[in-house]
């Protein structure tokens, strides 16, 4: 079996570990057992504090129902410069097959609205007349991009 993690480098890991655990459903996750923080966890492991960044650590998200992957917020040095070449989707809108598009339109109009007043923004809506499609292209809070289906 191969297990993963996504590692999404960032400049402030706490903030964006707060935004994707609430865009995702996903729960910040708790230090290792016998630790208060995971800056105490990364000290007992003889990490220098230069590189224990700001905060207490909390840089990583995790699944509540153990099925999707862990998610790692890295921080880095330098700043976002170019387009991402893979986004996330987050689905709420329901399939095609089962939802119509109107009920699918105001789903994901309604979770585009929870995330921009979480700190995302909009870039652009995803539609055309005639097409049984229906999507928001944002960004987050450090400009990276995902969609709203």
């Not at 609205?113 to 652009?124: D, F, K, T, Y």
């Amino acid at each position: 079996m191969v297990s993963y993690q996504l590692v999404i480098d960032c400049a402030a890991p706490e903030r964006m570990a707060r935004f994707w655990a609430g865009a995702l459903r996903y729960t910040v996750e708790p230090p290792p057992g016998g630790f208060d923080t995971w800056r105490d966890y990364w000290r007992s492991l003889g990490v220098p504090e230069d590189e224990l960044g700001e905060g207490d650590g909390s840089d990583s998200i995790v699944d509540p129902e153990g099925h999707g992957p862990r998610i790692w917020f890295q921080q880095v040095p330098e700043g976002k410069v170019a387009k991402n070449r893979f986004h996330l989707d987050v689905k709420v809108g329901g399939r095609r097959e089962d939802v119509p598009l109107e009920t699918r339109k105001a789903r994901v109009d309604a979770e585009v609205e929870r995330l921009v007043q979480a700190g995302a923004s909009v870039v652009r809506v995803l539609s055309q007349s005639g097409v049984d499609h229906y999507a928001v292209a944002m960004v987050d809070p450090e400009g990276n991009e995902f969609d709203v289906v």
